[in-house]
């Protein structure tokens, strides 16, 4: 399915493509002949991540420092990159998330995680889409969202709201740009370590608290698993797949779902199921 020409010629653009996921998107794009453009607050840390790339794959890597809360610097960073060909495809992936009890948060806190994620989602979704829609051009829109978008997330509220808001702007877009050719897709993914996510979302103080017991297939998710369904999602083979946000995380949603109870009763032996059979026969007569 990965030949690696499936992305050749495609101009793709992924916000917060410097460092951890979206760096590993960028990479697999690369690989598959996509033409990357990445976008970050630091010009330091893209330059550093455009020279892995070239290096790695022999392709240019375009880049661009912009702060996605700012609207108008959205919009002149979009006629920069414009200014050098239309992209095919955006990734919102830029974000910010810390735990916090919800009481505690202060408007600006609470502002840091939503400006970024929902409205700098937006600005680059909305303005990609006016140049596609004005040119006549189709496109594909990426988002990178989180399992909090579909279940809320306690003590990382702001982050639950800011992705709920990007997955219904997901669904609302899909029908309304979708006449027009404009394909919207998200991933919600669960436990994929990276240096950012992991200081910010498992300090020391949780160290030892869980393992991945809360996980059905025991273990965290790679980077290159991500990037696989993100290539695959923003490639000609996902052409008629809109709307949808596509839950990569080994089964956790689903084992949360199922209550404690059902994560207790995986461990148990066949003492306490025999036990468990006799007590229920015992009701039942």
Known sequence: MFRDDLLAGQRILVTGGGTGLGRAMVQRFAALGARPV?????????????REIEAAH??????????????GAVEACFDRIWANGPLDTLVNNAA???LARSETLSPRAFDAVVDIVLKGGAYCTMAAGRRWIAAGRPGNV??????SALTGAPFKMPSAVA??????MIRSLAVEWGPHGIRLVGIAPGA????????????????GAQGNEDIALRRTGRLDELADLAAFLVSPQAGYITGEAIVIDGGKWLQGAAGPGGVEMQGWDEARWAATRAETSRRQK
């Open 142 to 147: 990426l988002c990178i969202l989180t399992q």
């Open 192 to 207: 994929f370590p990276t240096p950012g996510a992991s200081g910010q979302l498992a300090p020391s103080t949780l160290a």
């Open 38 to 50: 990445i976008l970050g607050r630091r010009a330091d840390v893209l330059a550093d991540a455009a």
């Open 58 to 71: 022999g392709v240019a890597v375009e880049t661009h420092a912009c702060d996605v809360r700012d609207a």
């Open 163 to 168: 992705k709920a808001g990007v997955l219904s």
């Open 96 to 98: 910010g998330n810390f």
